[in-house]
Structures are given as structure tokens and as C-alpha cells.
T-cell receptor, first 116, second 111 residues
Framework: EAGVVQSPRYKIIEKKQPVAFWCNPISGHNTLYWYLQNLGQGPELLIRYENEEAVDDSQLPKDRFSAERLKGVDSTLKIQPAELGDSAVYLC??????????????FGPGTRLTVL | RKEVEQDPGPFNVPEGATVAFNCTYSNSASQSFFWYRQDCRKEPKLLMSVYSSGNEDGRFTAQLNRASQYISLLIRDSKLSDSATYLCVVNRESNFNKFYFGSGTKLNVKP
């Protein structure tokens, strides 16, 4: 079974440019998460989807970040415009239900963003 | 105060040693607890869930102490391949079933 797929794996852009990340969760997983991970830190939740509904976007900087999961399957996270401080690894994760606290999250390999 | 706190380490131990990490969490409403392993420049992967009664998986033992609000991970007979960062994860159903990650504890197992 394929795991969580993310693309691109690496992205280097100049500040003020837009950038987009794509994630395809494990087939059948209803819940999708986008996390940001800085070096030496744990992942921090940006947004969580239950199917196509964003149920927790409280940590998403909405002035420059946006996300969508139109058909409840794959998802795109966008930053426009990017700032130097956005350099980080962007991780996508999925889980089967998301409504149960014991649900296991499976992570994709991440997109490593460098903003110059 | 952070939701989840961990000693960043690194813990440098010889092969075959026993090593233990602790993780404290701030919210008593936390309900589920996990240890994830993250290799350098890789994604986190679930190592084990932590149950109230404690649980063991081979050389790994996890314990939960709700009264003191901490969880622990014990690794026996350390292998070189155990070298990684271990992330403590806590979940609260009351907050949209949100997962909180610690910053991780780095383990280096030396030959």
C-alpha cells in the first residue's frame, strides 16, 4: 500500500515568491494534516481536514497561507508571498478517522522549503 | 508553558546500554500518548502508543504517569540503529482531537 505522497521534496525560492505543496494521503484516510517543522523542533499543526472540511485552522497564518482539499482526497498548501522565516519542512500526515484519539497518523516525507 | 516538554539531549550511550527518556505534558485533559521516532531528515514514524497500564514492545517499554503528567520510554540493549530523535506526542479530544508534539530527544548509540 502506498504511503502519504508529497511533492515536491525540495523547493528553493526567493522571498516574496509564491510556493505550493501537494499531498496525497493514504487511500481511504479521511483526515489530513499539514504540519510545519523547524530544525530541532517537533511538528506544529497548521491545518487539519476531516474529508473536505477544515476543522482546525487556528494555527494557519491566514494572511499568507492557504490550503484546500476540494474533493476530500489530495490537498494543496500555498504560501503567498513567502518570507525568510517560512524556511522549514512542511509535513503532510493522514489518519483513518481522526475522530478517535488513538488514531495513528502516518506522515509523508515532507517538503523542505528554503526561502532566500 | 509548552504543551509537551522533552529533554533535547543528546543522550550518548554505548551499544547494549539501557536508556530512558521522560516527557512531561501540561494539560491534565490529555487522553492519548504516543512515542514517534524520527531519523535525520526523515518523517516521524509511530514507535508505540502509551497505555495507562504501560506497554512493552520488544526492547521498548512505555509508561504513563497521569498523576505526575509524564510519560517515559525505556530502551533496553540499545542498538546502533536506535540512533534517532524520539518525539513525545500527546492528544486531547476536547480540542478537535489535536496532537501536540514535543521537540524531541536525540539519542546517539555508539559502537
Amino acid at each position: 500500500e502506498a504511503g502519504v505522497v508529497q511533492s515536491p521534496r525540495y523547493k528553493i525560492i526567493e522571498k516574496k515568491q509564491p510556493v505550493a505543496f501537494w499531498c496525497n494521503p493514504i487511500s481511504g484516510h479521511n483526515t489530513l494534516y499539514w504540519y510545519l517543522q523547524n530544525l530541532g523542533q517537533g511538528p506544529e499543526l497548521l491545518i487539519r481536514y476531516e474529508n473536505e472540511e477544515a476543522v482546525d485552522d487556528s494555527q494557519l497564518p491566514k494572511d499568507r497561507f492557504s490550503a484546500e482539499r476540494l474533493k476530500g482526497v489530495d490537498s494543496t498548501l500555498k504560501i503567498q508571498p513567502a518570507e525568510l522565516g517560512d524556511s522549514a519542512v512542511y509535513l503532510c500526515a493522514s489518519s483513518l478517522y481522526g475522530l478517535e484519539s488513538t488514531d495513528t497518523q502516518y506522515f509523508g516525507p515532507g517538503t523542505r522549503l528554503t526561502v532566500l | 508553558r509548552k504543551e509537551v516538554e522533552q529533554d533535547p539531549g543528546p543522550f550518548n550511550v554505548p551499544e547494549g546500554a539501557t536508556v530512558a527518556f521522560n516527557c512531561t505534558y501540561s494539560n491534565s485533559a490529555s487522553q492519548s500518548f504516543f512515542w514517534y521516532r524520527q531519523d535525520c531528515r526523515k518523517e516521524p514514524k509511530l514507535l508505540m502508543s502509551v497505555y495507562s497500564s504501560g506497554n512493552e514492545d520488544g526492547r521498548f517499554t512505555a509508561q504513563l504517569n497521569r498523576a505526575s503528567q509524564y510519560i517515559s520510554l525505556l530502551i533496553r540493549d540499545s542498538k546502533l540503529s536506535d540512533s534517532a530523535t524520539y518525539l513525545c506526542v500527546v492528544n486531547r479530544e476536547s480540542n478537535f482531537n489535536k496532537f501536540y508534539f514535543g521537540s524531541g530527544t536525540k539519542l546517539n548509540v555508539k559502537p
